[in-house]
């Protein structure tokens, strides 16, 4: 829990300071996010591996399966495991770098309109000010995401 706990609060403090002007986010880089998911997710793996192997590996089989279809399903859900770290990574990077273009893309075009069309500014000013709640949010959920698969990713193996 003490991982988990300091891991949310870690991703809330840089995707939050992120936000701040003329600041960079590390969170927007995949390589960021995969050194933070590769390890953490190889831990809940191992770990699942070595207190319980035999329900670890029993996750790679559903309970009923017809001969025939075994061993597509294994190749299937051991494909399945091995992307995760990797979902985990681009949907944290993903999430994020959209939101930052788009503050971006708004905000170049609120201090263009600005000398030519002020009430158009205005307009993209209050859009480019409810963007940047809803990347707060944004930035607040990928991180309660990102943990929340993290400890179900666990929980399975535990």
């Known amino acids: 829990a003490l991982?988990?706990?300091s891991l949310i609060v870690f991703l809330l403090l840089i995707n939050l300071l992120?936000?701040?002007p003329y600041t960079f986010t590390p969170t927007t880089q995949l390589s960021i996010n995969l050194a933070l998911a590769f390890p953490l997710w190889l831990a809940t793996l191992l770990t699942g591996l070595r207190n319980?192997?035999?329900a670890s590996l029993g996750h790679l089989l559903p309970e009923g399966?017809?001969?025939?279809?075994?061993?597509a399903l294994i190749i299937i859900e051991t494909t399945s495991l091995l992307i995760r770290p990797l979902a985990l990574g681009v949907r944290l990077t993903a999430n994020l770098t959209a939101g930052h273009l788009l503050i971006q893309l708004i905000s170049t075009a609120t201090t263009a309109l600005i000398s030519t069309i002020p009430l158009v500014s205005l307009l993209t000013l209050l859009v480019l000010f409810l963007l940047t709640i809803l990347e707060v949010a944004v930035a607040i959920i990928q991180a309660y995401v990102f943990v929340l698969l993290l400890s179900?990713?666990?929980q399975e193996n535990i």
């Not at 399966?65 to 061993?71: A, E, F, V």
């Open 65 to 71: 399966t017809p001969t025939p279809l075994i061993p």
């Open 3 to 5: 991982i988990l706990t």
């Open 18 to 20: 992120g936000l701040l």
């Open 52 to 54: 319980q192997p035999s």
């Open 152 to 154: 179900l990713y666990l």
